[in-house]
């Protein structure tokens, strides 16, 4: 599991749950406080630069649906990125992802949708080649994205879960890079929600990994926590040398794994 900073929480209804902190607000000095915590916790002593010319992050200013909030991570220097962290400075778990690129990746645009606590940062944070870390920042309205119900119950969402779907964007040819859609059904509780019907909160399970593959050589390896959003749908770049099949491997918190393989074809 990600590391996560421990955070204040209320007991309520035998559940843990998070609560409001002070500097959830419009407040740029008590956000700045709460990005130094963040980054203690997640990477320690390490130095963060400026990463305006290496990363950007693409979010809304406000969400429309705070559950499943879209964001991209956007790779402008490819060939000196290794991997790139978000974070959710004001979400219980604030690591909501941490993707390593392989040798066939695109790191040019990474996509995911994530769950929104409250008004906060959020934070892209690039890993160079040669360790540095190089980082931007995204202010975003939005409340109650953690504890929003899944309006069904455990037994039912997790009926299909790890089934997934690829789809490719655009055309696919030897040795150009190409956009993926991969969707994975998954509830992902985060142990924040309430079930509607029995007023009890889910307990938490999520998917903590994805690994993704062509041909034996490595894409991407995305590690997760509780701030992604539910049925989870990752958009990543990928160069494939030639036809053949791209693997996904997905873990779940529990310990459930569920494997796909899907045909890439055709390559002209």
Request: proline content about 8%.
């Amino acid at each position: 599991m990600i590391p996560r900073r421990d955070l204040p929480l209320l007991l309520l209804g035998g559940a843990l749950v998070a609560a409001r902190p002070a500097w959830a607000d419009d407040d740029e000095d008590k956000r700045a406080a709460r990005w130094k915590e963040v980054r203690e916790a997640i990477f320690g002593d390490r130095a963060i630069g400026d990463g305006t010319s290496v990363v950007g992050l693409d979010a809304p200013p406000r969400a429309e649906d705070a559950a499943l909030v879209p964001v991209a991570l956007l790779v402008k220097d490819p060939a000196r990125v290794s991997g790139v962290y978000l974070v959710i400075d004001g979400n219980p778990g604030p690591l909501a992802a941490h993707v390593h690129f392989g040798a066939l990746a695109d790191p040019r645009r990474l996509t995911l949708r994530v769950r929104v606590d409250q008004y906060t940062d959020m934070h892209a944070v690039a890993e160079t080649r040669d360790g540095a870390l190089l980082a931007v920042s995204h202010f975003i309205k939005a409340a109650g994205g953690c504890s929003t119900p899944m309006g069904s119950q455990l037994d039912a969402s997790l009926a299909d879960a790890g089934f997934m779907r690829l789809r490719l964007i655009g055309p696919v040819a030897p040795g150009q890079p190409v956009q993926a859609l991969l969707m994975v059904r998954h509830p992902n509780f985060n142990g924040m929600q309430m079930d509607p019907v029995t007023r009890n909160y889910t307990p938490a399970r999520f998917i903590q990994t994805v690994d993704i593959g062509f041909e034996g050589q490595p894409v991407l390896r995305l590690d997760s926590d509780i701030s992604l959003a539910s049925d989870p749908a990752i958009g990543f770049g990928f160069t494939p040398p030639k036809a053949g099949k791209l693997t996904v491997a997905v873990r779940d918190s529990s310990g459930a794994a569920w494997h796909e393989a899907f045909d890439v074809a055709p390559l002209s």
